[in-house]
């Protein structure tokens, strides 16, 4: 007797987006009657390609969703010294409440300092040191975005986490690590691998809920991962036609796994989104200070 495969329910990243950026429209608009107009600015140096699609496609988010933003664009020549001047420039500009500087930079830019510049009430990439030690110690700061995105990709499916074992694959400033920290928070008991982790398909065997944060294709396969669990895919990849792919070998995996996220449409699109919701979250923080200061009217 031959048994049908079961097919792993996929998390759609479009369309929960659709959903998230409705409410951020919703939120912006709000805004707007108290007076105030989200905005992002998003500072690109050099001439990246990707870097390049990645600032476009957040500003176009952006004014879809109705926030203001600004592109600030900048020659690879630029010294240190200016981009740290701009930062501060932006720092103390009314009318931007979120800055991203697009990395990587210019090698001879120090891009922690310059992360470091920025204010951490307009770090809506979550990268500063003081967001990363707000999330470590659980208070109010902005949560890196593709990681809080796949935070609410499980939130989308009604996932419960408390008592279950997460693995995270791959231990990144910006991804694994903060990761972990959140599916900590959220009382997983959570297993953190890399590339020295002696046996992955051990730990991810007794994982219940798999997020695969490497950079590697078919770091997952079907062979380590147990039935029912939930697989969360980072990576961005390109196969061997050249066309986006994960970490995870989707064709595989979700023939045992209960949910799986595509690439693309799982987790790429969400990055964008939280990108927007830590925005406005950013602005009404701002319009709450300045309500309470009365330096606004209502
Ligand atoms: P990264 O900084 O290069 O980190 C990769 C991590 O994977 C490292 O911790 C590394 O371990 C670990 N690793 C490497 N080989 C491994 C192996 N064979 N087994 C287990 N762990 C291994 O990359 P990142 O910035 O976190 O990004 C990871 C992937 O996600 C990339 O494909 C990136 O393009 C993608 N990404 C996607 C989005 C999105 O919006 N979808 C956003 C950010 C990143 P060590 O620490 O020991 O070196």
Redesign the pocket.
């Known amino acids: 007797m031959t048994t049908t495969p079961t097919k792993a329910q996929i998390i759609d990243g479009v369309a929960l987006s659709k959903q998230l950026r409705e409410d951020v429209a919703r939120r912006t608009a709000a805004l707007k009657t108290r007076g105030v107009t989200p905005g992002l600015a998003v500072v690109l140096v050099g001439d990246n390609q990707a870097s390049q699609v990645y600032v476009r496609n957040k500003v176009k988010a952006c004014s879809d969703a109705g926030l203001h933003s600004v592109l600030e664009k900048y020659d690879a020549s630029m010294p240190e010294a200016e981009l740290l001047a701009r930062v501060e420039a932006l720092n103390n500009d009314p009318a931007i409440h979120g800055i991203l500087v697009q990395l990587p930079l210019p090698a001879h830019i120090d891009a922690h300092k310059v992360i470091e510049a920025i204010s951490p009430t307009k770090d809506v990439d979550g990268f500063h040191v003081a967001s990363a030690g707000a999330l470590m110690v659980g208070q109010p700061g902005f949560w890196p975005?593709?990681p809080y995105?796949c935070m609410k990709m499980l939130e989308s499916i009604g996932y419960d986490l408390r008592g279950k074992h997460a693995v995270v694959?791959?231990?990144?400033?910006?991804?694994?690590k903060p990761m972990a920290l959140m599916l900590l928070q959220k009382n997983a008991t959570v297993t953190v691998?890399?590339?020295?982790?002696a046996n992955?398909k051990a730990m991810t065997l007794q994982a219940d809920v798999i997020v695969a944060?490497?950079?590697?294709r078919n770091?997952l396969t079907a062979d380590m991962v147990k039935p029912g669990a939930v697989v969360l895919d980072?990576?961005?990849?390109r196969d061997d036609a050249g066309k986006l792919c994960g970490?995870v070998d989707f064709a595989g995996v979700s023939t045992v796994a209960s949910h799986i996220t595509p690439?693309p449409g799982?987790?790429?699109p969400?990055?964008i989104t939280m990108l927007l919701v830590n925005t406005i979250e950013a602005a009404e923080r701002e319009a709450t200070r300045l309500e309470k200061l009365g330096n606004i009217s209502k």
């Not at 694959?169 to 694994?176: D, F, H, L, P, Y």
């Open positions: 975005c593709t995105g694959i791959g231990r990144s400033n910006i991804v694994g691998c890399h590339s020295a982790t992955l944060a490497v950079g590697k770091v980072v990576g961005m990849n970490d690439v799982g987790v790429g969400m990055t």
